[in-house]
């Protein structure tokens, strides 16, 4: 099974700022990543699939990267509605599919 | 308008059992592998069951295999989750999703195994 790890596990952040999520693969899955948005109380809403494509009507301000095992998730100017939590998850090898613990973005 | 819906959520006593519920619309579900996600109060997102478009294939979490069954009904656009020997740490929200990246979700429906 492969691990998904996240890093930090909360990081604030001021609105407007710039915020850079982490997400580790304990092996390489290529480009086969996904992030998700999680506000309390929703579903999670998908926001990047294959490492660095939007999905359909997710801000610019949202961006990937990475291949192999490193990636990130960039937000280029937090706005109020960003605060929320992140999940990265690889869809390489399943099953299964696995997720990482989450990055809580804050206000600072 | 792509919408999935679950229901069937509830509160049940240790060992009890509950049947989970998700509609499909808008997609032609017969196509697709179908998942069942959960999320326990305040921690992340685990990976539950999946099967197949034909239901030839299955997969089931340790955690829960051998006390919960997936199944659809493609003619019904409906996914299911049969759940038996129900525990304290199954109290999650449940959620049916498409995977393999999972660009579609239901809202959720809510499982709490208490006495």
């Known amino acids: 099974e492969i691990v998904m790890t996240q890093s930090p596990a909360t990081l604030s952040v001021s609105p407007g700022e710039r915020a850079t999520l982490s997400c580790r693969a304990s092996?390489?899955?290529?480009?086969?990543l996904a992030w998700y948005q999680q506000k309390p109380g929703q579903a999670p809403r998908l926001l990047i699939y294959?490492?660095?494509t939007r999905a359909t009507g997710i801000p610019a301000r949202f961006s990937g990267s990475g291949s192999g095992t490193e990636f990130t998730l960039t937000i280029s100017s937090l706005q109020s509605e960003d605060f929320a939590v992140y999940y990265c998850?690889?869809?390489?090898?399943?099953?299964?599919?696995?997720f990482g613990g989450g990055t809580k973005v804050e206000i600072k | 308008q792509v919408q999935l819906v679950e229901s069937g959520g509830g509160l049940v006593k240790p060992g009890g059992s509950l049947r989970l519920s998700c509609v499909a619309s808008?997609?032609?579900?017969?196509?697709?592998?179908m998942s069942w996600i959960r999320q326990a109060p305040g921690k992340g997102l685990e990976s539950v069951a999946y099967?197949?478009?034909?239901?030839?294939?299955?997969y089931y979490a340790g955690s829960v295999k051998g006390r919960f069954t997936i199944s659809r009904d493609n003619a019904r656009k409906s996914l299911y989750l049969l759940m038996n020997s129900l525990r304290a740490d199954d109290t999650a929200v449940y959620y049916c999703?498409?995977?393999?990246?999972?660009?579609?979700w239901g809202k959720g429906t809510t499982v709490i195994v208490s006495s």
């Open positions: 999703a498409r995977p393999y990246y999972m660009d579609v």
């Open positions: 808008g997609f032609n579900f017969s196509d697709y592998y």
């Open positions: 099967m197949s478009s034909s239901g030839s294939v299955v």
């Open positions: 092996q390489s899955i290529r480009r086969s």
């Open positions: 294959g490492a660095f």
């Open positions: 998850q690889q869809y390489e090898d399943w099953p299964p599919l696995t």
